[in-house]
DNA sequence: GCCAAAATGATTGGCGTCAATCAATAAATG
DNA sequence: CATTTATTGATTGACGCCAATCATTTTGGC
C-alpha cells in the first residue's frame, strides 16, 4: 500500500551523444549534424530519421560542449543611471555579486552609467555604445519617441535590447523586465485602504515628478483603488518633492502640521531618508499609516522603527537575474522563455529577509 | 567599488585559459593545473606565482570546458509528497518544465513520491534510495529523530541532502530551502491586524494538525503577533480540519453561525476549497477579513472574488529554482553560495501574476 | 657531494560539439 | 546515357580543461 512511485524518468547512466542518435538512426555523424544544427542539404526522409531517434533516445545537446565549441561569449552591459540612488546601487551590488559566476559561463557584463532620466543623456549614452557591438543590453529606460532611432540602431547591429525597471519604447525592445507600476500603486492603495477598515481617512500623496512614468502608474494604481473600494479615504493633492530627502521631509511636516486630519502617507518614490526624518521628530500622537517604495537599508530600518507600515518592493535582485537569463535566452535562440510574472513584493515587519543584500549603503 | 566608467570593452576581449596563467607565471602548465585543481605536491612559491598571474590576468575556470572533460552529470531526485495537493502539483509542474533545461546541463531530476507526512512512508522511501546513489537529493521532511538514521545512510555514500518546503533535523541535512513558518503566521497576523484598525475583533483560526511542524510554527508567530500588537483581536480556539476540504468547510459555517461575532478567518494550512464555498454560501452579510496560505488556483480565484483578502505563498517556483542551484553548488564544491532569504509573499487582489508575457499597457 | 624526495616540465588522449573539407553516392535532368 | 545537382559519408582540428604518465630538474638530509 504503501509503494512510492518513481516518476517516468528512468536511471540512464549513458546520455545519448549526437553519434548515439546518428547511430540510431542509421545515418552518418555528419547528417545528424546537419540536422540538428539545421544546415539544410537533407532529405526529408533523413530529417524524419534523425528527429525520430532524437526523441526515442532522449536526446538533448549538451551545452557544455556546445558552447565550448562554439566559442561562444556573451558581451552584456546594463545601462543604469548613475548618482547615490540606493536602489540602483542595490542593483549594481547584485550585479557586481554575480560577477565571477558568470565569468565562468563566459558572459561578460559592463555597467554603464548614464544620466538619470535625462532623454539627452540617454540619446546620447545609446549612441556611444552603438558601435560597441555587444550581444545584448538591458537599459533603464524612458518612454519617449526621441530614443527609438538610437535604439535602432543598435539592433540593426544584431544587439538584444531589453528594458530594464522602466520599459523603452514597446516596439523598439525585445521585453520588458520590471514589474507594471500600475499594480504596485494600486497593491500601495489596497493595503491602505484596508488599513482604514471603514474608517475615515486623508492621505498626503507623495511624488517625485508626474513626468516620470513609473510614478504616473503607481499614482494612477494608488487613486483608482481608493476611489473604487475606499470612499471614505480622501485624497489630498500630490506633493511633487523630486525624490528628494529635504523636499520629502518638507512635504511631511507640511502634511503633519498644516494638515491635522491626515491618516495616512504614501510615498510614491524615493527620498525615503527625508520621510522618515520626519516621523522621527514628530510630536503629534497619533500616528500615521505610512506606505513606501523599494526597500532599502532606511526604509527597511523604518520598517522596523514602525515609521514605516508597508513597503512595496521591486525586487531588484530577481530583476538583474532574469534580465541576464532573458538577454541569454535571446542571444541564443532568439526566443524568451516563459517566465512567472514579476511583481510587486509586499513588505511588512514580520517577512523581512534578514541576510541581505539590500543593506549597502548609498 | 563604484567605479563603473564607460568600459574600455570594444576590445576584441581575449578571456585568458590556463595555459594563458601557466605562461604568465611563468611555470608549465602542469604546474598551473597542479595549483588550479588543488592537487599537491607545489612548492609554495610556484603557488603564489600562479595564483598572482590569475588575478593579474583574471583568470575564470571555463565551466563549460570543466564539465565536459570531467564528465560530470548530475543525479538529483526531488522526495515529494504523493496525492491531488494543489500546492505540489505546482511544484512537479515547475520542475516538469525545467527538464529539458536541466538536461542540456547534465541534470537529471527524478521525481519520487512518498507518503504525505507520514514518518513511516517517509523512512522506508529513504531507505530504499539510499542504494541508488543520487549525487544529491531535495526531501520535503519531517522534524523527527526517526529519520536521521536513513538519512545518515544516504549522506554516507556522499549524496548531498537539502530540506525543502519543510525542514529536515537540522544536523542530518546540507540545507534547508523554504521559507520560515514563523515568519508566515507573523505576516498572516500583522495584516489581519492591521485591518482591524483598533477595532475589536475575534478571529476563527483553522488549521490542519498541530503535529505538522510548519502548521504549528505558522500558528505560533500568529499568536504572537497578534497578543504582542492587537490586544483588541481575540483569538479562538483553532479548530483541527486536517487540511480536507470538507472539514474546512464545516468549520467555517460553525464560525459563521455559531460564533456570530467572528471578525477574521486565518486557515493555517490547506482545503481553501471549503472555505471558499463555505463563504459562498454565506448569507450573513457582513463579511470576514480572510486570510490563506499558498497562492493556487482556487485561492488566486477567491482573492479575485472578494471571498479571500490576502493570501500568504511561499513561492514553490523560487524554492525549486533554488534547490536546484543549491544542490548544484553543494555537489560541485561543497559550499552553499549566499542567497537573499525566501521569504513569505503577499499577495492581495492586485499584485497577483497574471502570467502573460509582459507587455506594458500605453 | 651523493642520494632520495620533492617539485616541475612536457606531453597526451579524451570529453561532445561545431564547422569545415573532400570524397562518394544517389537522384534528377535533358 | 551522360551530366549536373543533391544528398550523404568520412574525417578532422579546434574549444579549454582534466587526469594521467613519464622524464627531468631542484632541493634537502647526511
Same mark, same amino acid.
Do not use: W
Given at each position: 500500500?504503501n ?11 549513458k ?26 542539404n ?19 545537446r ?56 535625462e532623454?539627452?543623456?540617454?540619446k546620447?549614452?545609446?549612441?556611444? +555604445? !552603438? ?8 537599459? *533603464? =529606460? ?5 530614443? /527609438? %532611432?538610437? &535604439? #535602432?540602431?543598435?539592433?540593426?547591429q ?40 471603514d ?51 518638507a ?5 503633519? +502640521? !498644516?494638515?491635522?486630519k ?5 510615498? *510614491? =518614490? ?5 520621510? /522618515? %526624518?520626519? &516621523? #522621527? ?7 500615521f ?50 517566465m ?23
Amino acid at each position: 500500500m504503501n509503494k512510492h512511485a518513481h516518476s517516468e524518468s528512468s536511471q540512464p547512466l549513458k546520455i545519448p551523444t549526437l553519434s548515439d542518435v546518428a547511430l540510431a538512426a542509421g545515418v552518418s555523424y555528419a547528417t545528424a549534424d546537419r540536422v540538428s544544427n539545421e544546415r539544410g542539404n537533407v532529405a526529408d526522409k533523413s530529417v524524419r530519421k534523425v528527429r525520430d531517434a532524437m526523441d526515442a533516445l532522449g536526446y538533448v545537446r549538451n551545452a557544455a560542449a556546445a558552447n565550448l565549441s562554439r566559442r561562444r561569449t556573451y558581451r552584456l552591459a546594463f545601462l543604469l543611471p548613475k548618482g547615490p540612488n540606493a536602489f540602483f546601487s542595490r542593483v549594481r551590488a547584485h550585479i557586481d555579486s554575480l560577477l565571477n559566476h558568470l565569468q565562468a559561463d563566459q558572459i561578460n557584463v559592463t555597467i554603464i552609467e548614464i544620466d538619470a532620466f535625462e532623454i539627452e543623456g540617454l540619446k546620447r549614452s545609446l549612441l556611444s +555604445i !552603438a558601435d560597441a557591438a555587444y550581444d545584448g543590453i538591458a537599459v *533603464v =529606460g524612458l518612454h519617449s519617441p526621441e530614443i /527609438v %532611432e538610437p &535604439l #535602432e540602431k543598435i539592433r540593426s547591429q544584431g544587439t538584444i535590447v531589453v528594458g530594464l525597471v522602466s520599459d523603452l519604447p514597446t516596439l523598439h525592445r525585445e521585453a520588458y523586465i520590471g514589474i507594471n507600476n500600475v499594480a504596485a500603486g494600486r497593491t500601495a492603495g489596497r493595503l491602505l485602504g484596508l488599513a482604514h477598515a471603514d474608517k475615515q481617512g486623508r492621505v498626503q500623496i507623495i511624488a517625485g515628478s508626474l513626468k516620470a512614468r513609473d510614478h504616473k502608474d503607481r499614482l494612477k494604481g494608488f487613486s483608482d483603488v481608493i476611489r473604487e473600494d475606499y470612499p471614505k479615504i480622501e485624497l489630498l493633492d500630490p506633493i511633487m518633492a523630486r525624490d528628494n530627502p529635504d523636499k520629502v521631509k518638507a512635504a511631511v511636516n507640511e502634511a503633519l +502640521i !498644516a494638515k491635522p486630519k491626515v491618516t495616512a502617507l504614501y510615498n *510614491v =518614490g524615493a527620498g525615503n531618508t527625508g520621510l /522618515v %526624518e520626519a &516621523l #522621527e521628530q514628530n510630536t503629534r500622537k497619533k500616528r500615521f499609516f505610512c506606505v513606501v517604495h523599494e526597500l532599502v537599508q532606511h526604509s527597511h530600518k523604518a520598517l522596523l522603527n514602525k515609521h514605516v507600515d508597508v513597503v512595496i518592493d521591486q525586487r531588484p535582485d530577481e530583476e538583474i537575474d532574469r534580465a541576464l537569463t532573458t538577454l541569454k535566452a535571446l542571444i541564443d535562440d532568439r526566443t524568451a522563455l516563459p517566465m512567472q510574472d514579476l511583481v510587486p513584493t509586499i513588505y511588512v515587519r514580520d517577512n523581512l529577509p534578514s541576510n541581505n543584500s539590500h543593506t549597502t549603503p548609498d
